[in-house]
């Protein structure tokens, strides 16, 4: 970014920082708003998709000839409806795989077959009659079999990236990342303690409220509209025209409110599926998942298996850290959340010697989608854990301990780069002064902490800015609004052209109306899209000042903008009364006509973010059960535009960080089967489960953005998995290396200690 947007350290803001209503609040509380299932288009048919019973088969053939004869019946496809792609971009060919199997099922709902149909009851029954014959082959799903060389392999043509040499002999290792500097064993040869364990976490499901759905109309002409609840539509987009071979301009995408995604709408699923029914039955075709398909068949975050080693001097100081990382990608190579792992796990340390590998290993699971700093709590858990032990281990407290190793600005991260400003240090530090860390415990009670780290992203935005006569302001957005961007980017509006935020309306504009967004992922938005939110509005003052100037008959040059009106820029420039942001609106028709912003750009220098955590929880003795009795977020967020949505955020990530760490886990049987696909077997917590998490904001600017503003929506999942583990350990003497730690785990490890410890007095 160019000098003048660096932030102002001094600048007092007006609109940012403060807490005006959602403006999505109304809609979506009186049922007003439009979700991807309430979609509708003139003569629409109802789309179902068969999908594998099996969790590894080869499809042998389909016939499809009776569901075809079906009255009712419009379109009927299996993958020969979609172009062969076996020899072009390897991660496209997935992506249409995976949405519609080819060659193999890979796992438990891979979907084979899709109808379209006048009703549901019909489609249903056309399901029914397709008949797949397979061939079903040895499944693996857990990640260290999957490794092993007797392990049946998904890809005969698969060989390990990122070994030198490449094998020669295919696996289902499809990367290997390395990431770190130093010598590690050196580091280690000069440790006086040295802790190694090994840890495992299983499979956890955004579990988002709104299923996905989509909407497809396709014309005879090749053209098609597109309506689906996504995190990037753009995306959408892009690859379902690169799968059915359309140009990218002729498929328009409307992205509706999104119930829920975090992380998991981040690719197609269904949208394919309903253009190409929509193209054979030339009518509209409405898909939408029950919650069994979003399960079995939609992204989860990979289970992992993970080994970490660190070593520390007697004093504290930490000599060595390694890790080995390796993660479920399901099918398909290119699991960024192994990639993503190895990079986080130590980053919030100051090492001079580090290294962490992290493998991509396919298995017979649902294709991995992000979940909200993807990878990067499950590598959390184990360094954390690590870290709590060696603290007690030497004696020292483990606040002191962490500060003492923690990054700051100038170290050389983990992951390659050097760290500039910083916000570690002062969560470590907030976290040690906070009441919640002095408070005292009860019974069977222990408390924990965890620091924890995310990269944030920058990318792609564009956005545009329209000023009808009235002085108001519409910002067009491409960026989905999934936690509160709208009310973002209109604040930062106000901001710039000196008004009241309720003079500003943000739309998400559809992908024929606007300039290419990446995806609403990696905490970019508020960052990169208000980036350009702010440079737009900055293009629009340009225009003011020279409609003012033309008015004037000065220079424009000497206009300057100041809270909503066009000065002169000093006494030589004229006595002339201050021209409003309404009055230059309304005389535009005379003036020049319509006066708009605009800007387009790929964001750099998103700033790193870090928060601490500190859990207390009860864990109940003759049962297992754990109960969060206290839970404190500390995070820093360069600058909250909307403290109340940064604190959403935070209570929200550590919510969904509770989950995973005690209830949530997918279950396999020896079948390959999912056996608990459903809200009612998969627990997610409920506000009965919670105490009111309690979170601190502070703000280290970020000297990337024009605010100091730091993405904010990842980093607050980090430290929840680690924090109870190390809270759970505090209270029963107890180290869990597994997640979840259900009820009937923690029991075992209860009962096994104590057993261990009768043993070793008798």
Known sequence: MPLDNAPDSKRKFNVVGSRPLRPDGIDKVTGRAKFGADASAPGQLVGRILRSPHAHAKIKSIDTSKAEKLAGVKAVITRDDFPDKTDGDSGLYDTMCNIMAREKAFYEGHAVAAVAATTAAIARAALKLIKVDYDVLPHVTDVDEAMSPKAPVLHAKMFTDGVDPKPKKSSNVARRFEFGHGDVEAGFAKADIIVERSFKTESTHQGYIEPHAALASMSPDGSAELWCCTQGHYMV??????????????????????????????TVFIEPVALALSRKANRPVKVVMTRDEVFKATGPTSATSMDIKIGVTKDGLITAADGAFRYTGGPFAGC??????????????????????????????????????????????????????????????????????????????????????????????????HPHFKAPLGPNQGRGMAAGFWFNFGGQSCVSLNIPIDGTITVSVGSPDIGGSRASMCMMVAEEMGIGYEHVRAIIADTSSLGHNDVTDGSRTTFATGMACILAARDAIKKLCARAAATWGIPEDAVTWEKGYAKPAGAN?????????????????????????????????????????????????????????????????????????????????????????????????????????????????????????????????NPGHPYGVRGVGETSIVPPLAAIANAVAAATGVRFTQLPMSPPRVLKGIEDAKAAKGKKAA
């Open 237 to 266: 987009r892009d690859v379902c025209a690169r799968i059915l071979g359309i140009d990218i301009s002729r498929l328009r995408v409307t992205q509706s409110e999104i119930g829920g995604g975090f992380g998991g709408k981040t």
């Open 336 to 433: 960024s959340p192994a990639e993503f792992g190895a990079m986080s796990a130590f980053a919030q340390f100051h090492l001079d010697n580090v290294r962490a590998v992290g493998y991509d290993v396919v298995c017979n699971r649902p294709k991995t989608i992000s979940y909200r700093a993807p990878g990067a709590p499950m590598a959390n858990f184990a360094v954390e854990s690590v870290i709590e032990e060696l603290a007690h281990k030497l004696g020292m407290a483990p606040i002191d301990f962490r500060i003492k190793n923690a990054a700051r600005e100038g170290t050389k991260s983990s992951y390659g780069p050097v760290y500039g400003p910083i916000g570690l240090g002062p969560t470590l530090d907030a976290a040690k002064n």
């Open 573 to 701: 420039a004229g006595n002339f009364a201050p021209l409003s942001l309404k009055e230059i609106a309304a005389a535009s028709p005379g003036t020049g006509g319509p006066i708009a912003g605009h800007h387009e750009f790929s964001a750099d220098g998103a700033g790193v973010s870090f928060a601490t955590h500190i859990c207390d929880v009860e864990v109940d003795p003759e049962t297992g059960g754990t109960k969060i009795v206290r839970y404190t977020v500390i995070q820093d967020a360069g600058k909250a535009v909307h403290p109340s949505y940064v604190e959403g955020q935070f209570q929200g990530g550590a919510v969904q960080g509770i989950g995973w760490a005690l209830n949530e886990e997918y279950i396999y049987g020896k079948d390959g089967r999912l056996q608990n696909a459903g809200f009612l077997d998969y627990r997610i917590p409920v506000c009965s489960d919670l105490p009111m998490i309690d979170t601190q904001i502070l703000e280290i600017p």
